[in-house]
């Protein structure tokens, strides 16, 4: 696997969406240290999954490193969203939530 840097790929000027991430961080009902990231839990309100779907598209742009895994619990049951990447990616985000 290619080792990518723990930092934004768009030029300044394309980077319209920056700050949503951390908005979603932000709404988290639970937050989860993992070695590797963060793992975010949501209540399973109207409209979080395609807002959480359309922050991780703009991010797959923004921040190559990052993996991204949502899970959607039956039942109305809680929504997680993992973040994960190489060595220092937690960091990174704990950083977005200052």
């Not at 080792?3 to 949503?20: D, F, K, S, V, Y």
């Not at 220092?88 to 939530?97: M, Q, V």
Request: glycine share 10%.
């Amino acid at each position: 696997m290619i080792e990518l840097p723990i930092a934004c790929t768009l030029p300044a000027g394309e980077m319209a969406g920056a700050g949503e991430l951390a908005a979603v961080l932000g709404r988290a009902a639970e937050r989860r240290e993992r070695e590797d990231g963060l793992e975010l839990r949501f209540a399973a309100e109207p409209g979080i999954v395609p807002e959480l779907a359309r922050v991780i598209e703009q991010e797959r742009a923004c921040c190559a490193f990052l993996r991204f895994r949502l899970t959607v619990e039956p039942a109305a049951g809680p929504i997680t969203l993992e973040l994960t990447g190489p060595p220092g990616t937690r960091a990174f985000l704990e950083s977005l939530l200052r």
